[in-house]
């Protein structure tokens, strides 16, 4: 017997609070041969909503993913139809999860010093080994400040170290044009060190 039926789990995710959506779809999820196919439609339906009016959308994203096929359909063809940036990178991010490539256009463009969503599209398409990810991101590490240069890590250098981990997924040398910047005794010891573990000779 089911904890919940499809009329719950779908009233859960149009509650609004994010830990009753978690627990609707983590039941959808431990369950998913109880459900016949008209319901994992509408299931996949409300949880496509609930991500468009949520304000904790990557960690619906995450969880949206393991719906799996049923769901990538709906994503694609809302991702096509999408005007809101912001959902149109979240849908995007679905899709790279679960291995749909057609939205990392919309990611790599986020790949700028202003963008948005920078750290977290680096590591979605690093993890997915996007190639197209190193000369946006050698871009951006050419040119984003550094931090002060102190034994204590600050925000932005633990930003900067985030980037740079990204970046080492894809390349195994250190790319020759950051060598000046980031290996001198001036650079921030966090960045310097960070550096060195990740390419050993850079």
């Known amino acids: 017997m089911r904890?919940?039926?499809?009329?719950?789990?779908?009233?859960?995710?149009?509650?609004?609070s994010l830990a009753d959506q978690i627990a609707a779809l983590d039941v959808r999820l431990s369950e998913p041969s109880s459900f016949e196919p008209n319901e994992r439609k509408l299931i996949a339906a409300a949880a496509l909503d609930a991500l468009r009016r949520s304000s904790d959308r990557y960690i619906l994203a995450e969880k949206l993913v393991q719906l799996g096929d049923e769901l990538n359909q709906s994503v694609?063809?809302?991702?096509?139809?999408?005007?809101?940036?912001?959902?149109?990178?979240?849908?995007?991010?679905?899709?790279?999860?679960?291995?749909i490539s057609?939205?990392?256009?919309?990611?790599?463009?986020?790949?700028?010093?202003?963008?948005v969503n920078l750290s977290l599209a680096s590591n979605l398409l690093a993890k997915a080994g996007v190639q197209e990810l190193s000369p946006r991101l050698i871009e951006?590490?050419?040119?984003?400040?550094?931090?002060?240069?102190?034994?204590?890590?600050?925000?932005?250098?633990?930003?900067?170290?985030?980037?740079?981990?990204?970046?080492?997924?894809?390349?195994?040398?250190?790319?020759?044009?950051?060598?000046?910047?980031?290996?001198?005794?001036?650079?921030p010891v966090e960045i310097r060190n960070t550096v060195l573990q990740l390419w050993p000779q850079p």
């Not at 999408?82 to 679960?98: N, Q, T, V």
């Not at 256009?105 to 963008?115: C, F, I, M, T």
């Not at 034994?151 to 000046?180: G, S, W, Y």
């Open 76 to 99: 694609i063809a809302s991702f096509e139809q999408e005007e809101d940036s912001e959902l149109k990178f979240y849908f995007a991010a679905i899709l790279l999860l679960g291995g």
């Open 3 to 16: 904890v919940m039926d499809t009329q719950e789990i779908v009233a859960r995710l149009n509650s609004g």
């Open 102 to 115: 057609v939205g990392v256009p919309a990611l790599l463009s986020e790949v700028r010093l202003d963008g």
């Open 140 to 187: 951006v590490l050419s040119k984003v400040p550094l931090g002060e240069r102190t034994e204590i890590p600050t925000e932005q250098n633990d930003f900067v170290c985030t980037l740079l981990r990204c970046l080492a997924k894809i390349e195994d040398q250190f790319p020759h044009q950051l060598i000046p910047r980031f290996t001198i005794a001036s650079t």
